[in-house]
Nanobody, 122 residues
């Protein structure tokens, strides 16, 4: 059974960096696409980045392009999000997702982590 656990959130000043990690403790997502969504207070959940099961396909939201980098771990049941040059508007709860279908739509993802808070101060 898929069980996604995120870590690495926290408080950082604008211009700083954070690295989020997500692991499937059920070790069943090796052939799944994985990604990240985020949700800020009062806003809808939005796509951040996704990587295919073999790392060959990657997609980013325009708002994070060239600042964030998504990658899979060697064990394939992990995914990372390196966030550089963070901005106050990046403040949100970040959710790890996994699915056997490729999508940037939240409704298409079957598996979600509990979320980790990222706060960027100005």
């Amino acid at each position: 059974q898929v069980h996604l656990v995120e870590s690495g959130g926290g408080l950082v000043q604008a211009g700083g960096s954070l690295r989020l990690s997500c692991a499937d403790t059920g070790r069943t997502v090796n052939n799944y696409n994985m990604g990240w969504f985020r949700q800020a207070p009062g806003k809808e959940r939005e796509f951040v980045a996704a990587v295919s099961w073999n790392g060959g396909l990657i997609n980013y939201a325009d708002s994070v392009q060239r600042r964030f980098t998504i990658s899979r771990g060697n064990a394939k049941n992990t995914v990372y999000l390196q966030m550089d040059n963070l901005k106050p508007e990046d403040t949100a709860v970040y959710f790890c997702v996994a699915n056997d279908r490729w999508s940037i739509m939240a409704s298409r993802y079957d598996y979600w982590g509990q979320g980790t808070q990222v706060t960027v101060s100005s």
